[in-house]
């Protein structure tokens, strides 16, 4: 009998500069995508945060008004962590984002600003691997983000974004998205996965409110069985897997 073959994950694009990470809430990147971040800042590349929301609904013991603005300090520390300084937030309501036009518009709007040839995201599908129901957040995000970067480079959709000096961009080659139950490629989470863990522990009030174990075996537990996970299809080595779509 034939012994099937585990698919391999082929190494992600390597000749860009510029990329654009866009998902619903703090902490989305930080589950999964700072290894790989950290590497790709290391390298000299340019990457930049988006984020549709601030959070605000994301912990239960804190109100709204108040776990906005802490969930933003502590998106912004923890992209620093590895190497991120650009961080924007563009105020959707956390829990109720709606796909649709308006949300396609101010994402492919971030896209024509910071004219990336990566754009990644966070899985857009209903579940979690068949296992765990998505929700509906990054299901918007995720989804709105894929169409977003071909809204980016069509003049006639959103004409209100030239008028105010967001040109066209084109530019987008690929979209990444993490967390996908059919990733296709892998970025090497090695030298990164530290600086993950450190990224991570900076939403350490939210973590605080999600889970009764201590932050860091949390954490550190977490991170480092996702990418173990990930290392039998990558050549034995870590890794943060993606989905990749060229454009």
Avoid at 199 to 218: G, M, V
């Amino acid at each position: 009998m034939t012994v099937p073959t585990i698919p391999q994950l082929q190494p992600m694009p390597e000749d860009w500069r510029r990329a654009l990470a866009v998902v619903a809430h703090p902490d989305d990147l930080e589950y999964g995508c700072s290894a790989a971040v950290a590497a790709w800042t290391d390298a000299g590349r340019e990457i930049a945060y988006v984020l549709a929301t601030r959070g605000e609904a994301g912990i239960d013991s804190i109100a709204p008004a108040e776990c906005g603005p802490l969930r933003e300090r502590e998106q912004r520390a923890s992209a620093a962590v590895v190497g991120v300084t650009e961080v924007e937030f563009l105020d959707h309501r956390d829990g109720v984002i709606e796909y649709g036009p308006a949300l396609r518009r101010d994402i492919a709007a971030a896209i024509r600003r910071h004219r990336p040839e990566l754009v990644i995201t966070l899985n857009h599908r209903d579940t979690w691997g068949g296992v765990a129901w998505n929700t509906p957040d990054h299901v918007a995000v995720g989804r709105a983000t894929l169409d977003a970067a071909g809204d980016a480079g069509n003049r006639w959709i959103f004409p209100e974004l030239a008028e105010q000096g967001l040109q066209p961009w084109s530019g987008v080659r690929w979209v990444a998205v993490a967390g996908s139950a059919t990733p296709t490629h892998a970025v090497d989470a090695s030298a990164g996965l530290e600086r993950a863990v450190g990224s991570l522990l900076e939403h350490r009030a939210y973590i605080e409110a999600l889970t009764d174990e201590d932050p860091e075996t949390y954490v550190r537990g977490f991170l480092t069985g996702v990418a173990h996970s990930m290392q039998e299809r990558f050549g034995g080595r870590p890794a943060v897997a993606f989905e990749l779509f060229s454009r």
